[in-house]
C-alpha cells in the first residue's frame, strides 16, 4: 500500500527537516566482509535536525549501516560524509547510544559523562561543571557520585543520554537504545529523547526492530531490503505534529495508518529473512 493512502488529518505545522540542509550522506555504500556483502548500494541523506529510524529485519545490516557512519567500518565501495566532510574514522561530530551499558563500572556518573570532553582536551574543573550541568538536565541531579551499579537500568540510560550529548555532536546515532527497558521505563526514556533531541534539533539516526518506536520518534521511516545485500527499498515521511508523547501518539488514527502502510513494506522483507533461515 502506498503512503498517498494515508488518511489527511489536519495537525499544526511544523519546520520541514527536509529543507535543512543534509548533514549525512551515503552514496553507493556497499559493506561488505570478505566475500559476504552485507549492504549493497546504499543511499541514504539525513538532514539537520532530521530524526530518521531504520527498520528491517534481523541481520539486514542495520548496525553495519550505523558504524559506517561512525567511521567505526570502512566501506568496500561508495561514499560516507557527515556535513560534507568524507567519514575517515571515528571522529568527534558523532554521538553514539548503545544498546547495552556502555559506562566503565569503576567510574561515577559525573566520571562517565565527563570522558568526552576529557578526550577532547577539556579542562578539569571545565568538564566537571558541565557535566553536572548535563546529571541536572537529564533529571540526575543529586547522583554525580554513583556507581553504575547504583543505580537503575533507566538512570543509567540517562548517565549514557548525557555522555552521548555533553560533547555537542553533529550527529546522534542509537543502535536499539531502549530495547533492554521494561515497556514503562521506556516510554519515559523515548520522552527524555524527544525533550532533549527538540532543543538542539541535531541529526538522529536510530536503528530498531520495534516499528512502533521507529514512527513514534522518527521524523522519517527507512525500510531496509532483507540480507545479504542489503539495500533501501522505502522511505516514509511521519508527517506527525511535535512535541509528542510516544504513548498517546500512538492511539492517533494517522499513526495507525502510517503503521499499516509501512508493516506492509516490511512484513515480506521479514518473510523472507525467517525462509533464508
Known sequence: MALSAVKKIDYPQVPSAAAAKPMVALQGVQMAFGDFVAVDDVNLTV??????????????????????????????????????????????????????????????????????????????????????????????KGFEDRYPHQLSGGQRKRVQMAQALITGPKVILMDEPFSALDIHTRHLMQNELLRLWQEERRAVVMITHDLEEAIALGDRVVVLASGPRSRVIDSFPVD???????????????????????WASLRGEVEKSYARK
Open 47 to 140: 538532514a539537520d535536525g532530521e530524526f530518521l529510524a531504520i527498520v528491517g529485519p534481523t541481520g539486514c545490516g542495520k548496525s553495519t549501516i550505523l558504524n559506517a557512519i561512525a567511521g567505526l567500518l570502512k566501506p568496500a565501495k561508495g561514499s560516507v560524509t557527515i556535513d560534507g566532510a568524507p567519514v575517515k574514522g571515528a571522529g568527534g561530530d558523532i554521538g553514539y547510544l548503545f544498546q547495552q551499558d556502555a559506562l566503565l563500572p569503576w567510574k561515577t556518573s559525573i566520571e562517565n559523562v565527563e570522558l568526552g570532553l576529557m578526550f577532547r582536551g577539556v579542562g578539569k574543573a571545565e568538564r566537571h561543571e558541565k557535566a553536572k550541568g548535563w546529571l541536572a538536565k537529564v533529571g540526575l
Open 240 to 262: 506527525l505534529s511535535r512535541p509528542r508523547d510516544v504513548a498517546e501518539i500512538k492511539l492517533d488514527p494517522q499513526f495507525l495508518e502510517l503503521y499499516k502502510n509501512i
